[in-house]
């Protein structure tokens, strides 16, 4: 074993004894609330499929390949017919430009838009992609305390001589399930002249009329300077997209780098995203519903005992502090028929090791009571 191989397997074998060492699962997916998970079917609720979307079958006659960066020879129809419904559907003359991933977006954006001697307000809970894109960037990355905004105020207070500076915060987050409040984060930029971007990976398609997110649902959406989104999570697809004005896109082509050098997304998933956006902008009375039964799920949780912190969507942790009490519990409800997957540092904080329960549209209360006795059940056997 070479010196580096062991230096590897160290940092390996580290991760073992802290319980925090990931592998892949072998899994079979059968519909948007069920899935086989090493052997034992269950109720799934690990998945990102908030409006089961991501299950359903999809014809097309197209290519496969993108063939090439989009600034080459990879701008087909099929990408500028999906750019230009996402400009409609947003509307407020913004334009669009997708992404092959939100990791790519987040990456390309930020670090397009700030370079050194600029300035990265970001929220301390935001993703990983938003954290490496400040980095990247070369800015100077500043992380407030989560959804503190006297915090990021005395910060943007200390630090106004600085021309350019971007804020940029999750808008629901998805180890939490709470939110930012982002008219605050409108006021704050305009008294310091900042840059907003919003990323809304996990509200676009679920809040707001039409699913359009969090800005929408609040009436602010004009205050946010770049909203960004993913089609992987609600709408079921792959790949991101950013809506802003024709200036910030026109200077997105040219300087975010993760579009620029990427190959285009097929023509096949962009038309398959398309289909998705459709159907989802139709699905109010869906999302209406999954908010309620969402509520049900945390008033039954606290009602029993447990942590769910501040979770007012969707996405509801259930929070164990212990990374092996995670486990544990996970592999209880596996037994029992649930999937509960369980999220370690570093993807949460030290000592904020949870199951994270994403609910989507096709679960009931048929779903949630048995879930619920069996958690129930692990409380006073744990006792």
């Not at 899994?27 to 089961?52: A, V, W």
């Not at 910030?248 to 997304?265: D, G, H, P, Q, W």
Request: proline residues 3%; contains cysteine.
């Amino acid at each position: 074993m070479t010196p580096f191989e062991k230096k590897l397997k160290e940092r390996l074998d580290k991760r073992e004894i802290q319980k925090l060492k990931r592998q892949i699962i072998k899994q079979k997916i059968y519909s948007s609330t069920e899935i086989e998970i090493d052997g034992k079917r269950c109720i799934n609720f690990s998945s990102n499929d908030y409006l089961g979307l991501a299950q359903q079958t999809y014809q097309a006659q197209s290519q496969i390949g993108g063939g090439a960066s989009r600034l080459v020879t990879g701008n087909h129809q099929a990408i500028q017919n999906l750019e230009k419904w996402l400009e409609k559907f947003y509307g407020h003359g913004l334009k669009a430009l997708v992404f092959g991933s939100g990791y790519l977006a987040n990456l390309g954006v930020i670090s397009g838009i700030v370079s050194r001697g600029d300035l990265v307000f970001s929220d301390k809970l935001n993703h990983a992609s938003i954290i490496d894109g400040a980095i990247l960037s070369g800015a100077k990355h500043i992380r407030y305390n989560h959804l503190d905004y006297q915090h990021l105020e005395a910060l943007l207070e200390k630090h106004k001589e600085i021309p350019n500076k971007l804020i940029v915060s999750d808008a629901t987050f998805s180890m939490n399930g709470d939110c930012a409040d982002l008219a605050e984060l409108v006021r704050l930029k305009k008294k310091y002249d900042c840059i907003l971007l919003v990323d809304e990976a996990h509200s676009a398609g679920v809040l707001g009329p039409q699913g359009k997110g969090l800005a929408h649902s609040l009436g602010i959406q004009g205050g946010v300077d770049i909203h960004l989104g993913t089609f992987s999570k609600a709408y079921g697809a792959y790949g991101a997209y950013v809506m802003t004005n024709p200036l910030m896109k026109e200077y997105l082509i040219n300087f975010a780098r993760t579009a620029i050098y990427s190959t285009v997304l097929p023509p096949i998933i962009c038309e398959a995203i398309l289909q998705n956006l459709r159907k989802a902008k139709s699905m109010d009375k869906q999302r209406q519903n999954l908010i309620s039964t969402s509520l049900y799920f945390k008033e039954k949780l606290i009602q029993q005992g447990w942590d769910i912190g501040l979770s007012e969507t969707q996405i509801v942790p259930v929070i164990l502090k212990c990374s092996k009490k995670a486990l544990i519990l996970s592999k209880y409800l596996n037994q029992h028929g649930f999937a509960g997957i369980p999220i370690r540092p570093p993807t949460v904080q030290n000592n904020e090791a949870r199951i994270r329960f994403s609910l989507n549209v096709d679960h009931s209360k048929d779903h949630l009571d048995p879930l619920l006795d069996v958690l129930q059940k692990f409380l006073k056997e744990e006792i």
